[in-house]
């Protein structure tokens, strides 16, 4: 073995695994050196979740970036000569109209995401898999890219590990845990081991399911939690016998059941000879705190394998045993047959990147087989780029709010996500019954008494109608239709569009309270906040303003947007609740690497915010305010922040709209809002909820949403959300920014549709929500523009104003034509559609008081 060594550019905590291993792989192929990876088991791991993963791909999902991984994952083993691309079946049982429905869907994010997988009748099904009973089916999908890796992962990972060892660029110890991390004035130092010291610049944490620990080191934690799954093995099964193969027929899910299926191969390859099925426990699933893990010498299997009872299966497997015969004709195998841990996480993906509380300090844990390699390249192109080619969003670990980080709130949102792995199939609205109320306004019991129909944001309870303003359905109830088809009423309220029309009538207000707010104050607040931004930031003259603008990255794609109010000492970054905490730490980051002297503070729970909309926004702000005349067109600009009194109470006013109507945020003490909303009711204004405001009403007016319609696949000018002129100042991206906009064309804009048609084949009128690929009428293909970009929906809604749904996409140069018709796919029927915008276009102009047909 060689020496210990003192120093590392890098240390991998976690080598043994395939993440680890992936990680080490791809860092080196992007130039890095000198690393050291460590792993308290062997290398190639023998306790950890690689050492008995089922090792299975499938490549279908709801989610691009979990798309993308997984294909990435899949080539990767394939060059390397360890897949087999066997496919895999998802079945829906007779008469589970439910899940035949989802299979549906699947297939349509299928053709939005770029899966080969398609629908499959049962005859098909039975010829693919003949152990099934045909009766038993109504139809599936099959992905002829899903299939296994061969024979391991646990291969895979010694072989990259390897391989590494031999560029010289790798130093692997294995049984060396880490005992402690060094940190040094909020850096990584080093990791303290029983072998020695080793100082490092980088630190990364892929230790699976003991990731949490490494995390309590330093004192964060990871919203992770390992749980128990029901690994069972029958056979003697030989039906393979001789022909070499690791899996012979398609992997089999049936999630309906909440399990799988699959054969094992010849008897004399890895696992071979028998069928192993796997379930994931809907009603009472196993979590398992990392800190109760058994060491090496403790467990009777491995740490990470765990004793299984037979009642924990029993019902599922008697459901199974009707689908597939074979299983109660096999004999079990018991002492095959155990619990294997793996990760659930909290958030609905993967926890990754920088530590919010150390700087060098990197974390990738909650990474299934499947993705293992996908995100190995993730992580090496974030540490060396700091960004990576797909929008890695929704996987930042700077995104956590503080309490989504606490140990009560991951063991309620683990264990609904671990009922949830196979079965029921995932609403896009779905919401979380644990961890809620955590963050209130201060006017929340007046919105309870309203009858408020509540979601949660970032711990924020938010009503999306209120039950008080069903009256409003008499009047305007001709023009909301009634969502006949279940899965689109799901989580919806049809007040809510009522409420649209009413206020865009007359006049509404609504509760922006989750609004996250941070303050940049300092020497040079006004130097970072120019270098971040594209719009100009600096100049006497924005002070007093609200300036809406965006970070980019390096490479001029756009990372956030926001508003930024100029103070005269200070900023105040104004952002949504989803994307405020990692747009936080990214500043944080950047002012240290830059060596500016500015404070940044998160206040985002000293203010709240209402905005007041409509026609007659302006008279009913008047009635409260005790500046009447200060508000008028002439004395208040557009986009001007100026200070009013309310209820004896200091707001901050800004002239703004997010719905199109004329109106303002008005900003606030926390202590200070509930006097201010009981003002604004005492004129008889209607609250109206957060659907009107970030979704059907900013359709209506083409307005864009970050982390969906705003992502880091796409420049600012593919958005249409350019200024015409670019600041003299530099920032960052600009480069890249001012290369993009000499082009004769982008190759994809992002582009407003409108459904032509939206009754399907059963006569029942649709309303989507989620993805849905945009397809060429005449080839039946999804659009893919010149740089390899599928074309899918980014955000969809109903607009009431203009009776139709409304859709934003980023479309091909050849195909962003308005009139153009083109169709998208909903749950497997494809609908019309019709190029109604190319770029930023309003459907619904307020000044002109009609919609655009």
Aim: with cysteine.
């Amino acid at each position: 073995m060689a020496e210990f060594p003192a120093r590392a550019k890098v240390v991998i905590i976690g080598l043994g695994g395939i993440v680890g291993a992936s990680i080490a792989h791809h860092l080196i192929e992007r130039g890095w050196d000198d690393i050291v990876g460590i792993d308290k088991s062997g290398i190639p791991t023998d306790i950890g979740s690689t050492a008995h993963a089922s090792d299975f791909c499938y490549t279908t999902s709801h989610d691009y970036l979990s798309v993308w991984t997984t294909q990435y994952s899949i080539d990767f083993y394939e060059k390397m000569g360890h897949y087999a691309r066997i496919g895999g079946l998802e079945v829906a049982r007779t008469g589970d109209d439910v899940w035949m429905e989802e299979i549906r869907r699947k297939v349509s994010s299928a053709k939005a995401f770029g899966t080969r997988a398609h629908l499959v009748t049962p005859e098909e099904i039975k010829k693919l898999f003949p152990l099934i009973e045909q009766d038993e089916v109504m139809g599936g999908m099959f992905d002829p890219d899903a299939g296994l890796v061969v024979p391991r992962s646990q291969t895979v990972a010694g072989k990259l590990v390897d391989a590494a060892e031999k560029t010289g660029k790798l130093t692997a110890f294995a049984n060396t845990p880490a005992t402690s991390l060094l940190v040094e004035n909020g850096r990584i130092k080093g990791v303290v081991t029983h072998r020695g010291t080793i100082m490092a610049d980088h630190v990364i944490v892929c230790a699976g399911i003991w990731g949490r620990l490494i995390a309590e080191m330093v004192g964060e934690d990871l919203p992770v939690m390992p749980v128990d799954h029901p690994l069972t093995f029958f056979g003697p099964y030989d039906e393979f016998a001789g022909t070499g193969k690791e899996i012979g027929y398609p992997l089999l899910r049936d999630q309906g059941n909440s399990a799988y299926m699959r054969d094992t191969g010849d008897p004399k390859t890895t696992e071979g000879g028998q069928i192993e099925w796997g379930y994931y426990e809907t009603d009472e699933p196993r979590l398992c705190h990392p800190r109760d893990l058994l060491e090496k010498n403790q467990a009777r299997l491995s740490p990470s394998q765990r004793d299984l009872d037979m009642e924990q299966i029993i019902a599922p497997l008697e459901r199974a045993i009707e689908l597939t015969p074979i299983l109660g004709e096999l004999g079990y195998n018991e002492s095959h047959s155990f619990n294997g841990l793996l990760q659930v996480s909290a958030a609905g993906g993967p926890s990754c990147g920088e530590s919010q509380k150390v700087r060098g300090l990197w974390y990738c844990v909650a990474i299934w087989v499947k993705d293992g390699p996908g995100y190995g390249k993730l992580i090496a192109d974030w540490m060396t780029d700091g960004r990576t080619e797909i929008d890695h969003n929704s996987i930042d670990y700077a995104r956590f709010y503080p309490h989504q980080l606490e140990e009560g709130f991951i063991e309620g949102r683990t264990r609904e996500a671990a009922q949830k792995i196979y079965f029921p199939a995932i609403h896009p609205r779905e919401p979380y019954a644990t961890g809620r109320n955590v963050k209130r306004s201060p006017f929340y019991e007046r919105e309870k008494e309203l009858g408020g129909h509540f979601m949660e944001l970032g711990g924020w309870e938010r009503a999306h109608g209120y039950a008080a303003n069903d009256h409003l359905l008499e009047k305007y109830g001709n023009r909301v239709p009634v969502r006949k088809n279940e899965w689109d009423n799901r989580h919806f309220w049809r007040v809510s569009n009522a409420e649209h029309l009413a206020m865009s009538e007359d006049c509404g207000i609504v509760n922006l309270s989750h609004f996250h707010m941070v303050d940049i104050e300092g020497p040079d607040h006004v130097e970072l906040l120019e270098w971040l931004c594209a719009a100009r930031i600096g100049g006497d003259a924005n002070i007093g303003k609200g300036i809406y603008t965006h970070f980019l990255d390096d490479e001029g794609m756009v990372r956030a947007d926001f508003t930024v109010f100029r103070m005269e000492d200070r900023c105040r970054l104004v952002n949504g609740a989803d994307a405020g905490p990692r747009d936080f730490h990214y500043m944080r980051r950047v002012a240290e690497d830059r060596g500016l002297d500015v404070t940044i503070t998160d206040v985002s729970e000293n203010f709240v915010t209402i905005g007041i909309w409509g026609p007659n926004a302006r008279t009913t702000l008047q009635k409260v305010a005790e500046d009447p005349d200060g508000l008028s067109v002439e004395n208040f600009p557009f986009a001007a922040i100026k200070p009013i009194r309310i209820a004896r109470r200091d707001v901050t006013a800004f002239r703004i709209s997010y719905v199109g109507e004329q109106g303002w945020e008005l900003h606030m003490r926390y202590e200070d809002g509930l006097a201010v909303w009981d003002a604004l009711r005492s004129t008889g204004v209607m609250p109206f909820g957060v659907e009107t405001y970030a979704n059907s009403r900013r359709m209506e007016k083409s307005l864009r949403l970050q982390n969906a319609d705003l992502l880091t696949q796409y420049n600012l000018i593919e958005a249409d959300l350019a200024r015409p002129k670019v600041k003299e100042a530099d920032f960052r991206g600009k480069a890249k920014h001012l290369e993009y906009k000499a082009r004769a064309h982008q190759p994809a804009m992002l582009c407003t549709l409108v459904f032509t048609d939206n009754v399907d084949a059963a006569g029942v009128a649709r309303y989507p929500v989620g993805s849905m690929p945009v397809i060429d009428p005449e080839t039946g293909e999804t659009l893919v523009d010149e740089l390899g970009r599928r074309s899918y929906t980014t955000s969809v809604a109903y607009g009431p104003t203009l009776g139709r749904n409304i859709a934003l996409a980023y479309l091909p140069h050849a195909y962003a034509q308005e009139g153009r018709a083109l169709q998208v796919e909903y749950f497997s029927q494809t609908f019309p559609v019709e190029v109604a915008a190319v770029g930023y276009r309003p459907l619904y102009d307020p000044e002109n008081l009609k919609p655009r047909s």
